[in-house]
Every structure is written in C-alpha cells, then in structure tokens.
C-alpha cells in the first residue's frame, strides 16, 4: 500500500515555466516531508524538505507548499531550466525510524 | 560535506554467483543505513535497514538470506547479492543517516546485472 500519492506521473514545461508536482499523504504520524531528485543513472539527491509546522519553505526556484489539514504537500519549480529535466520524488517519514515512504515518482521534461 | 560513496558503481555477474555492494558514508558517522532497489522508471524499494553492530531489519517479502546486510562500522555498510540470477538485475542504492544531521544521503546507486 503506497502511502505517499505523486502526481503527475509526468509534466513537460517550457523553459522558463513553473512547474509544479503534488503529493498527498495518509499516515498523520509523518513529521518529515522531503522532495529528491534524481537524474538518469544517478542515486537520488535532496532537493529539499520541510516540517508539518511550516506551511511553506523555500530555497532558490524550489517551494515547498504544505497544507497538514488536507494532508497534501507539492513541490514548485520556478523559471524551470533544462537543467531541471530528471525525475523528482517526494517522500515522507517518521521520526522515530526514519525510514522514507516514497511517492512513484514524477519525470519533469524542461523544453528549451 | 554528507558524502556518501558506492562501490562498485556497476557490476555484471554470472547467474548463481555472489556479489558484494559496498555503501560507504566519506565525512560523517552513519548510524543508520538504509539499502533500496530500483527497477526501472519506477520508485526506490526499500530492501533493509541496517544499524551499526546490530542485525539488519528486512522488508517484508525481502529474502534476508539472498541479500546479507553487514554494518561493520559507522561508515561502511555492505549488501551481498547470493546465488544471483537475472531476475536480481537492479539498480541498488544505499543511504545513510545520521542523528546528528537529521538527513538522509543517497550514493550514486550500483547497477547489477545478472547474466
């Protein structure tokens, strides 16, 4: 049972646009939601992430937004670039384990 | 800085032999790390979490016997692939966290295939 729901699967933007990725959680007990991004052939990297106390953070082009009633947090990418084309993941996890619950993934494509 | 290496970086081996992946963390102490498979176009699967000295906690449907996790020290972690076949061709990646730094970091993943 996937507990972090990613949508879109995939988004095709100019270059320039805004991009913007969406995640919805179930399990209320996560108190730590981090985006990554990850490129062909590559392990995944941080991007960035936020805590249910803070409704939006954000670092660069990169906002996180996160509403805890609606139990949704999304990722926007501001004047993508070209260089933004990967596949990007949201994930969510307990403090006491840590262990990351992923989201299925959504592969941005900046067209120049 | 929060570096973690991966080694080797891909590997091709004959089905029914063994292979050792080797996670390490370069600049901090790893309490925690965290072993995943990732077939392609689809999301990372976490496979085990390993805690240094302690026993490896298994996914469940994860064959612990088929893949042996040993966590010798706060910066090296390692995940042998036994008796393999090609349906273990995976691109494996491993992360390390540490309390100290309330991240997880991810190495550049290891791409096996089987033959």
């Known amino acids: 049972q996937q507990q972090v729901k990613q949508s879109p699967q995939s988004l095709i933007v100019q270059k320039g646009g805004i991009s913007i990725i969406n995640c919805a959680y179930e399990?209320?007990?996560?108190?730590?939601f981090p985006w990554y991004q990850q490129f062909p052939g590559k392990g995944p990297a941080l991007l960035i992430a936020?805590?249910?106390?803070?409704s939006e953070k954000k670092e660069g082009r990169f906002t996180i937004s996160f509403n805890k009633s609606a139990k949704q947090f999304s990722l926007h990418i501001m004047d993508s670039q070209p260089g933004d084309s990967a596949t990007y993941f949201c994930?969510?996890?307990?403090?006491?384990?840590?262990?990351?619950?992923f989201g299925a993934g959504t592969t941005v494509t900046v067209r120049a | 800085g929060a570096v973690v290496s991966q080694h080797p970086s891909w590997v091709i081996c004959k089905s029914g032999t063994s292979v050792k992946i080797e996670c390490r963390s370069l600049?901090?102490?790893?309490?925690?790390m965290f072993w995943y498979r990732q077939f392609p176009k689809q999301s990372l699967m976490l496979m085990a979490t390993?805690?240094?000295?302690?026993?490896?906690?298994?996914e469940q449907g994860v064959e612990k016997d088929k893949f042996l996790i040993n966590h010798a020290s706060l910066t090296l972690s390692t995940l042998t692939v036994t008796s393999a076949h090609p349906e273990d061709s995976s691109f494996y990646i491993c992360?390390?966290?540490?309390?100290?730094?309330?991240?997880?970091?991810f190495g550049p993943g290891t791409r096996l295939t089987v033959t």
């Open positions: 399990n209320t007990a996560f108190d730590y």
């Open positions: 992360s390390a966290f540490a309390g100290t730094l309330h991240e997880q970091y």
């Open positions: 600049d901090f102490q790893a309490t925690t």
């Open positions: 390993s805690n240094e000295g302690s026993k490896a906690t298994y």
């Open positions: 936020i805590r249910p106390d803070v």
């Open positions: 994930a969510a996890t307990l403090g006491r384990d840590y262990k990351l619950s």
